[in-house]
């Protein structure tokens, strides 16, 4: 798509955000132009969520009198959600924030309330009215009475555009966050549609995805997004995918991060034949016994949704064997009782209990060894295990009665894994095990996965951090649309290689 010459809706200059230590963003410059589509890419950690949640004044810049936004060239401070929209600013967030039992309707009256009559009756025949002029516009068609959650991916996410676009005529920006994630590639040029509408209006979008091909169908300029810094921004018709990923990984990840060592080649703990589930599809794979096999994908792969439907957490199609013994879909009990472990992404809901102890969640994964010959726990016993595991894993502050929502994340993190690590697995499946966690607890955290292979288990790590997965597997099965696109191994594992496989 062509480079459109318009004067700039948006610009940016000077822009830095800093969390603790980790620079965020630094010295950030772009502009957008009314009708463009300013595309926005770069890997994990690049800095693209941090632009967005500055540009919707979720976070605030580190220096005001350095950095500069401005819309239609009149400065803005963008410190509240509400001056953002005031400013003319709308947003499209990859989680779309619906609520899948209220109507079409009924969502896009949420912000701005209902049309009401006399006696404060809701006119539900106006609302529906302008719900389905407000779709029309963008080019859907469907029943705006129906819930959410009946709807296809590509409707809902019609209507969180929608509802951004509530009083376009106000509205100067556009941006889109990750719009694509989770839908079928069938459904995504209904999407397309849609922008080139709001594009043709003359808002200008940012565009934000992994998927390069997407850039090239829908983009006019891109910027690219290393380490909180802007590389560059590029005409879409001047560069194609190959420089993009070399712009967004960066000369330093094109070599291997390892080299070349021998396969373990004990005999297969886990095999997977047909595993299928609402993503993924037909996926076979094996582990054996003290290797380390990391999964790559990018969000919507079906990499989230590998090791909970392994362990149980979920209905799937398709056979799991743990050292043969087939595992029954849909029941975490039976994995458990295989020898699965599993440290779930988010500790906070899944695998931590808030407002118990340091102890009570190490040790819920099995008491019984801490029971008496009459029933009652010793708590000795007990302690003296946690204590033990608090030593070997280096968790700060070092009181098993501490409540471990006092914690910091990492060594929350180490919790959850000792709870898994001290049943002896055959088989641990890790989802993101180092996100939200300091570099000090990520290698410790590493050192642990590797000290159990030692001990005969196989792991499996799904993660969205390429660096972790060069740096800790054996190998790396990459996911593309549900299915395995590839196999990496020592000789050619790198973050580059996974990124162009993930694409």
């Not at 132009?33 to 693209?48: C, F, I, P």
């Not at 989680?95 to 109507?103: A, H, I, P, T, Y």
């Not at 580059?496 to 496989?501: F, K």
């Amino acid at each position: 798509m062509s480079t459109v010459a318009s004067a700039p809706v948006l610009e940016i200059s000077g822009v830095s955000k800093t969390f603790g230590g980790t620079r965020a963003l630094q010295d950030l410059s772009l502009d957008v132009r009314g009708g463009e589509v300013h595309a926005v890419v770069g890997q994990n950690g690049s800095g693209k969520s941090t632009l967005v949640k500055i540009l919707s004044g979720f976070h605030d810049v580190d220096d005001d009198a350095r950095a500069r936004v401005a819309i239609g060239g009149e400065p803005i401070h963008l410190h509240d959600p509400e001056k953002s929209r005031a400013a003319g600013l709308r947003f499209v967030h990859q989680d779309l924030g619906l609520v899948g039992n209220l109507s079409t309707v009924e969502n896009l009256a949420l912000g701005p309330g209902f049309e009401t009559g006399a006696g404060g009756r809701i006119r539900w025949g106006a609302e529906r009215r302008h719900a389905e002029e407000a779709l029309d516009r963008l080019g859907y068609s469907f029943d705006v009475d129906a819930p959410v959650h009946t709807l296809k991916a590509a409707e809902r996410t019609g209507i969180a555009v929608a509802r951004a676009l509530d009083g376009i005529d106000a509205a100067r920006v556009l941006v889109i966050d990750e719009p694509t994630a989770t839908l079928p590639n069938t459904e995504v040029a209904i999407l397309f549609e849609a922008i080139e509408r709001v594009r043709a209006h003359g808002l200008g979008i940012i565009y934000i995805s992994h998927r390069l091909n997407e850039i090239f169908a829908i983009g006019n300029r891109v910027t690219v997004l290393r380490d909180g810094r802007k590389v560059g921004t590029y005409d879409v018709e001047d560069v194609d995918s190959d420089e993009l990923i070399s712009l967004m990984v960066g000369a330093r990840d094109l070599e291997a991060h390892r080299e070349p060592g021998d396969r373990p080649e004990g005999e297969v703990v886990l095999r997977a034949r047909g595993l299928t589930g609402p993503t993924l599809l037909d996926v076979d794979f094996e582990v054996r016994r003290g290797e380390i096999l990391g999964f790559a994908g990018l969000t919507g792969s079906g990499r989230e949704e590998l090791a909970p439907l392994i362990f149980g957490a979920g209905n799937r199609a398709g056979t799991v064997t743990v050292a043969d013994r087939e595992i029954p879909a849909g029941s975490t009990r039976a994995a458990v009782a295989a020898g699965i472990g599993f440290v779930p992404p988010n500790r906070h809901a899944q695998g931590e209990i808030q407002g118990m102890t340091v102890a009570d969640n190490c040790t819920i994964t099995g008491l019984r060894r801490h029971v008496g010959p009459f029933g009652f726990l010793r708590r000795g016993s007990e302690r003296a295990e946690v204590e033990g595991w608090i030593d070997s894993l280096e968790i700060r502050p070092p009181d098993p009665e501490a409540l471990i929502g006092a914690l910091s994340g990492g060594n929350q993190q180490k919790v959850v894994l000792a709870k898994w690590l001290r049943t002896d697995p055959a088989v641990l499946l890790l989802d993101e095990p180092t996100q939200g966690v300091d570099v000090g607890a990520k290698g410790k955290i590493h050192q642990l996965v590797r000290e159990a292979t030692k001990g005969g288990a196989a792991i499996v790590i799904a993660s969205s951090d390429e660096d972790e997965l060069c740096e800790v597997c054996d190998r790396i099965l990459v996911l593309n649309d549900g299915r395995i696109r590839g196999e990496l191994t020592a000789e050619r594992m790198n973050p580059s290689e996974i990124v162009r496989m993930e694409l």
